[in-house]
């Protein structure tokens, strides 16, 4: 099962990601179905689909059912692009592909699905790390680095909300070395920070500017380490 998954997968950024050039993306958004790119790139999905199959004819309808629906949801996407968010879009777009694979797969393979083991304890305690790790800590930090927030610190030449999504991929980061005992990640990341971080730090006139970024940091990886080793002590009771 799993091998037909990863030679279905690897034919779909194939065809979607590496054989399918910028202009051809444009020109879909532009022409719609009319476009002559938007059939060529389906021609690439139906030759990677084949190339990774090995040619067999066991799976045709496997092949088809892809490379139509993979039509369908393009041409869906094409007229949405305006009147929807372009990220999200992205994002929904792909997650259909991908379960359009998955039904396939678990047409001609054995799928079986343990719902029970989303309920394990290290299923939910990794969950419930995760949402502590990212949205639970940016709102603990800004409560607490609300007593010292700087006026200076608003600039309008930083990417709106850059600051937050930093702060979730660091703690993201570290919380991930900790449960994959790669301590020494840390060490890299905070030297890392501290090097892009040192022009902010040269260029305060004051103090301020540097114990608000230090306190911020050391709250972060503060939150982050005792989440993660919060997480190993939940896993070692559990084996």
């Known amino acids: 099962m799993l091998v037909l998954y990863l030679q279905l997968l690897l034919a779909h950024i194939l065809g979607d990601f590496v054989f ?15 476009s002559p790119y938007l ?5 690439v999905h139906a030759i990677a689909l084949i190339v990774t199959l090995q040619f067999s004819l066991k ?9 139509f629906t993979h039509y369908f949801i393009d041409v869906a996407k094409m007229y949405l692009v305006k009147k929807l968010n372009f990220r999200w879009l992205f994002l929904w777009d792909q997650l259909a592909h991908l379960f359009v694979i998955a039904l396939v797969v678990c047409f001609y393979e054995d799928c079986i ?4 083991m989303l309920y394990s304890t290290k299923i939910l305690a990794f969950l419930v790390a995760v949402l502590l790790v990212t949205v639970v800590a940016s709102i603990v930090m800004k409560v607490i680095i609300s007593k010292w927030e700087l006026e200076s610190n608003s600039n309008k030449k930083s990417l709106e909300d850059a600051g937050k999504y930093i702060g979730i991929l660091e703690r993201l980061f570290i919380f991930i070395f900790i449960i994959t005992n790669n301590w020494e990640g840390i060490g890299f990341l905070l030297a890392a920070k501290s090097v892009f971080r040192f022009g902010d730090l040269s260029k305060a006139d004051d103090r301020k500017l ?25 896993v070692c009771l559990e084996f």
């Not at 399918?20 to 009319?34: A, R």
């Not at 230090?214 to 919060?230: C, E, H, N, P, Y």
């Open 59 to 67: 799976y045709w309808l496997g092949i088809l059912v892809i490379v």
């Open 20 to 34: 399918q050039p910028s202009k051809w993306v444009k020109s879909k958004n532009k022409k719609k179905y009319k």
């Open 113 to 116: 699905i343990n719902f029970s």
């Open 210 to 234: 540097t114990e608000y970024i230090l306190i911020g940091t050391l709250l972060s990886f503060g939150l982050a380490i005792l989440v993660g080793l919060a997480y190993n002590y939940v």
């Open 39 to 43: 059939y060529w790139h389906i021609a």
